[in-house]
């Protein structure tokens, strides 16, 4: 069965460093993708990125990067330049594919950043 | 208007009265799915429905039943609530032909706030 592990309920950063959220994942699928979403305190699922299971370079979309490791089966969450609106829950997630894509969304429990100025 | 309305935001109801949490969609979107967010336990899929005529359970379907109604509805019904439902509900949509310009094809609802006292 597929799962998704994050290992820090919570973490602190100072406003400007650099953060990592950990994720692992354990699958016995060739082809997957994975994924991070932040929610704020209002709740709703923002997506910040993605890596299939084949892209050869590791993901970015602005200041958010994907640390893939597929030997490892971890694929971290770098957020440089941390700003105070990124103090929220982080999830990965890690879709199965069936029929091509769009299967099931299965999720880690989630990282509590909170970043201090 | 939001691409996937769940109603009601917010509902408090008590211990043994049946629910029902309404979901419809304007993607076009062929697959959604019905998940449930606890603290420390991240986001689990109650029931999934690849296509009108498809419905499947997921990870924690006790307790819970579905109705596709339309491509664009998916209903979730709570038949006798107890208060270990309370919780906060997603509802989400999927597109088998997703790509990176559509998220990967994953929209999610606002979320439906529960309390069962």
């Known amino acids: 069965a597929q799962k998704i592990t994050q290992t820090q309920p919570g973490m602190f950063v100072q406003e400007k460093e650099a953060v990592t959220l950990d994720c692992t994942y354990d699958t016995s699928d060739q082809s997957y993708g994975l994924f991070w979403y932040k929610q704020p305190s209002s709740g709703e699922m923002i997506f910040l990125i993605y890596?299939?299971?084949?892209?050869?370079q590791n993901a970015t979309e602005g200041r958010y990067s994907l640390n893939f490791q597929k030997a490892r089966k971890s694929a971290n969450l770098v957020i440089s330049a941390s700003q105070l609106g990124d103090s929220a829950m982080y999830f990965c997630?890690?879709?199965?594919?069936?029929?091509?894509?769009?299967?099931?969304?299965?999720f880690g429990q989630g990282t509590e950043l909170s970043v201090k100025p | 208007d939001a691409d996937v309305t769940q109603t009601p935001r917010n509902r408090i109801t008590k211990t043994g009265k049946r629910i029902m949490l309404e979901c419809s969609q304007t993607k076009g979107h062929d697959r959604m799915y019905w998940y449930r967010q606890d603290p420390g336990l991240g986001l689990r899929l109650i029931y999934y429905?690849?296509?009108?005529?498809?419905?499947n359970k997921g990870e924690i379907s006790d307790g819970y039943s579905v109705s596709r109604q339309a491509q664009a509805k998916f209903s979730l019904s709570l038949e006798s609530a107890i208060p270990n439902q309370t919780a906060l509900y997603f509802c989400?949509?999927?597109?088998?032909?997703?790509?990176?310009?559509?998220?990967?094809?994953?929209?999610f609802g606002s979320g439906t706030r529960l309390t069962v006292v």
């Open positions: 989400a949509t999927s597109d088998s032909r997703g790509n990176r310009a559509s998220n990967y094809g994953y929209t």
């Open positions: 429905s690849f296509d009108v005529k498809d419905i």
């Open positions: 997630a890690m879709r199965e594919i069936f029929y091509n894509q769009g299967g099931k969304l299965i």
């Open positions: 890596q299939g299971s084949y892209d050869e």
